[in-house]
């Protein structure tokens, strides 16, 4: 019979992540913390698409993306659609995830899947596949255009048909028609749970999740949002935030704080962790303009629980409290007066919670405010947790970016914001000429960030304001940059560019 000690020492081998390379981007954000800052150096400072001035290589996307890259085990992975099938099979509006080789963007497989057909509310035509994955070892998991959360072999098909998921050919075929025969450059599903049936969810427009892993834990934000008429939350009783088991996608706990009711968007917001007075927290952003903060599951569990249990919160912090909060519905398309949403993630540093707030892009009013929590206390912290709020210009759906004492943020309005992390106070601002939904991220002394108009931005991350290099892009610009040994990348709705310090003629397209 085995010992405790062996069986102890088994689970804790079987959890322990498999080690990436120092130089990874293996999600959106630092681990744990979602954090805009990457450690890479050595990066350009400029570059020029035309030339092909520190351009490594380039691959074709679809015609939209609004996912952001991640880059893992040398390989590339992001969403889009099938606006350039890269397969002549599948034909019309798909969801896909790609992936490439990091060294010469090279196609190396996709995960295709079918619209949901019967509402466009539920799966917005041509949005493609919006989740940015996260990878953990060989494993990639993400929540597809279906809001579906998958598990899939960072190495596709290509070495063979593993888990007990094995109907990959009907999955990426539209009901109704015969089921296409799965091949070496199509994606190898481990597991899949939907949580439309699981969760009792209704996504709302596009389905927009980043997984955060912790331990044997897999913590998700749903996408539950309004209903077509855009007259109330369809799914009130569905939770904002559920946590799965990573190696089965079985379905084991949710927030349960009647946060949907209130929603006044989507649920759009990915959750990030940190250690606060030695207790674990997940912090999640919700649709309905508060923070809140649960107990993190334990990360030594020997079996699952029989039925999903119920998240334990720890606080929660109005980050709007002078906004609506009784039939929020009411205030859709009213431009001055509504409550407000959090749609970037709350970013856990120094231990201080950053990010973002305000009225909703499309249907709130256009205030909006970066802040900063003390994460300490219990309960409702809204009066005692407030360090600072800084009111940005119009509408803000981004991820702070917190480093060497300065936050770095971006509004709907173009413009890019340097704070002082401890004050809140500005120390400069530049306008870009375009919306801004991307994240600006920060490395090697560097922001980056473009727009939707495809300026991209390069500027130095410092109190004083100085515009490295500004770049006209053939498409719009809506996620994140990723920065990986040595490379940036970069996606715009059409192309993922790969830039580093190499000369010309070293280019490289696929």
């Keep these: 019979m085995n010992s405790p000690a062996s069986i102890a020492l088994f689970t804790a081998i079987l959890l322990t992540p498999l080690a990436g390379r120092a130089a990874d981007w293996p999600q959106w954000g630092a681990r744990h913390s979602r954090n805009m800052v990457s450690a890479e150096t050595g990066l350009p400072s400029d570059f020029d698409p035309t030339t092909g001035r ?73 949005a493609g596949i919006c989740s940015p994955p996260t990878v953990e070892g060989d494993r990639v998991y993400t929540v597809t255009n279906r809001d579906e959360v998958v598990c899939l072999d960072l190495n596709g098909l290509a070495d063979g048909n593993d888990g007990p998921f094995q109907d990959e050919g009907r999955h990426m075929t539209p009901a109704g028609d015969a089921a296409l025969a799965p091949g070496p450059r199509d994606a190898d599903i481990i597991w899949l749970l939907d949580l439309r049936t699981a969760a009792g969810v209704r996504p709302h427009d596009s389905a927009h999740a980043s997984i955060l892993i912790d331990g044997p834990n897999l913590y998700v934000n749903t996408s539950n949002g309004l209903n077509s008429r855009h007259e109330g939350i369809e799914r009130p009783e569905a939770p904002s935030l559920v946590v799965l088991d990573k190696r089965t996608g079985r379905l084991i706990a949710r927030e349960d704080e009647g946060i949907s009711p209130r929603i006044f968007h989507a649920a759009w917001s990915s959750p990030s962790l940190g250690e606060v007075d030695r207790r674990r927290l997940i912090f999640h952003g919700g649709g309905d303009g508060v923070c809140y903060a649960f107990e993190a599951l334990p990360t030594d569990r020997l079996a699952l629980p029989d039925r999903p249990t119920k998240l334990t919160c720890v606080w929660r912090f109005d980050c709007d409290p002078t906004a609506p909060k009784q ?57 005692a947790g407030l360090v600072w709020a800084s009111e940005l210009n119009r509408h803000c759906c ?71 290099s500004s770049t006209r892009l053939g498409g719009a610009i809506h996620g994140t940059v990723a920065a990986a040994d040595g490379t940036v990348f970069i996606a715009t709705d059409e192309k993922l560019l790969a830039l580093e310090e190499r000369p010309v003629e070293k280019r490289g397209q696929h």
């Design 54 to 126: 520190n351009v490594k290589w380039t691959a074709a996307l679809g015609t939209r993306c609004f996912s952001s890259p991640v880059v893992a085990q040398g390989r590339v992975l992001i969403g889009t659609n099938n606006g350039q099938p890269r397969d002549p099979r599948h034909q019309g509006d798909r969801g896909v995830l790609m992936c490439f080789d990091a060294a010469d963007g090279s196609f190396r497989w996709q995960l295709v899947v079918p619209k949901l057909d019967s509402d466009p509310y539920l799966d917005w035509p041509r």
């Design 327 to 383: 039939d929020v519905h009411q205030y859709i398309r009213n431009r001055r007066e509504s409550p407000s949403v959090i749609m970037g993630m709350p970013v856990f540093h120094d231990g201080r919670v950053y990010l973002t707030v305000g009225g909703d892009l499309w249907w709130g009013k256009r205030q909006c405010w970066a802040q900063c929590i003390d994460p300490r206390g219990e309960g409702d912290i809204t009066d």
């Design 398 to 468: 981004v991820t702070p970016a917190v480093h060497d004492g300065l936050v770095f943020v971006a509004d709907c309005k173009g413009i890019v914001h340097c704070l002082d992390a401890n004050a809140g106070t500005p120390y400069w601002t530049h306008e870009t000429r375009g919306e801004i939904w991307a994240s600006p991220l920060v490395a090697d002394g560097k922001v980056y960030v473009g727009n939707r108009r495809g300026e991209f931005c390069i500027l130095a991350a410092s109190k004083e304001k100085e515009l490295l």
